[in-house]
Nanobody, 125 residues
Framework: QVQLVESGGGLVQPGGSLILSCAAS????????MAWYRQAPGKQRELVAA???????TYADFVKGRFTISMEHAKNAVFLQMSSLKLEDTAVYYC???????????????????WGQGTQVTVSS
């Protein structure tokens, strides 16, 4: 129905920058919100930043002032600009979408949570 594909992860030195991208595709009817989560080894998945279709955004305290989330509606895409990266930012970053999809059954529209496969971000000197 709906697929989310992330890109842009990689290896960066402390203090460096990266931009993550996530594109949603498939039978999309409406995107309510999109977000980035991350999960470090041995830790639970945590919210990094979220943005609604109306442009309201939320940031975890540990990224405020360093990361910026944005959405490009025409491309059903969300981006995460990361700067001043720290060692502790190392994690797999996951894209999340709160999306209504067109279904081949009744009801014809269904709202659900969708996840991407994740992209690794490694901050290391």
């Amino acid at each position: 129905q709906v697929q989310l594909v992330e890109s842009g992860g990689g290896l960066v030195q402390p203090g460096g920058s990266l931009i993550l991208s996530c594109a949603a595709s498939g039978s999309i009817f409406h995107i309510y919100a999109m977000a980035w989560y991350r999960q470090a080894p041995g830790k639970q998945r945590e919210l990094v930043a979220a943005i609604t279709a109306g442009g309201d955004n939320t940031y975890a305290d540990f990224v405020k002032g360093r990361f910026t989330i944005s959405m490009e509606h025409a491309k059903n895409a969300v981006f995460l600009q990361m700067s001043s990266l720290k060692l502790e930012d190392t994690a797999v970053y996951y894209c999340h979408g709160d999306i209504a999809a067109r279904l081949d059954r009744l009801p014809p529209i269904g709202r659900d949570n969708y996840w991407g496969q994740g992209t690794q971000v490694t901050v290391s000197s």
